[in-house]
């Protein structure tokens, strides 16, 4: 009996270790949510409590702004700053135009969390479920892409309050509710009542793939490996990506389904065409083939 406990213990801490492990050696953005120092899900509401203590200190326009002009194109970075500055002079209608302006320029070249914040301020001018549904979907994607542990419960909050917001407009949105319901499973309240909305979402849209993802995602993250293959296969049967397959082959690793995790494993390789990938995933496929 203490040596099946072990064995299984075994297994999921090799997950949370290659997922770790994978966290500080790709390039690809979002592949591993934040979660607390040793890879457990936040103590339910945790990231809740933090994130209110540090949306006001660690996101602004002005910061943001600054860090982002530091890893673009320096013609690039002035045309930004004149347009900032004809924004910051600029009143009513003008001004929200100029934000619509600034948004896009950001995600242009892809500096997503300044992006966020300028749809934020048109969503707070123009509220509708349109509008606070773009807001949101920017700040969760600059939750995943940044590995910035400030900011990360920040870009949650905001990204939980947009969607809420959206919801408040239309409460039928669907993509409104998975997004909540992503934010609630990265640590704003209770993991299973986000859970219980993605799973809505799923039985009204069974090949949602935003919350397809996430569903694989938290059973990989609580050990339900069987429960991660089916959301896997889902969003690859619908849009295969790298993320989708790394995931799928951690899933039938921690099974012991070697082979079809090292199927997994290659496919994840070819379509992200990534050197820093491609290293980590031929070092663990010698690993499974010698376990073979």
Known sequence: MNSSIRSKQTIL????????AFLFTRDIKGLVKPTEENGKMPANGQMAGAAEASTSSALNIETSSTAAKNVINKNLATDITALENTYKGANGAEKIELAKQLAQKWDDVEQITPSALYLEIVAQSEPSAKSWL??????????????????????LQKANISYKNALEKDSTNIEAKTGLGVTIVNGLGAPMQGIAMLLEVVAKEPKNLKANMNLGLFSI??????????????????????????YLGTALENLGRNKEAVDAYLASKKLAANPTLSSFIDKKVAELKNKN
Do not use: C, H, M, W
């Open 134 to 155: 773009a807001a949101g979907n920017q700040f969760i994607k600059a939750f995943e892409s940044t590995q910035d542990s400030l900011a990360q419960p920040a870009l």
């Open 221 to 246: 993250k609580s050990g339900q490996f069987d429960k991660a293959i089916p959301r896997f296969k889902t969003v690859i049967a619908e849009k295969p990506t790298p993320e989708a397959y790394f």
């Open 13 to 20: 801490i090799g997950a949370i270790v290659l997922l770790v």
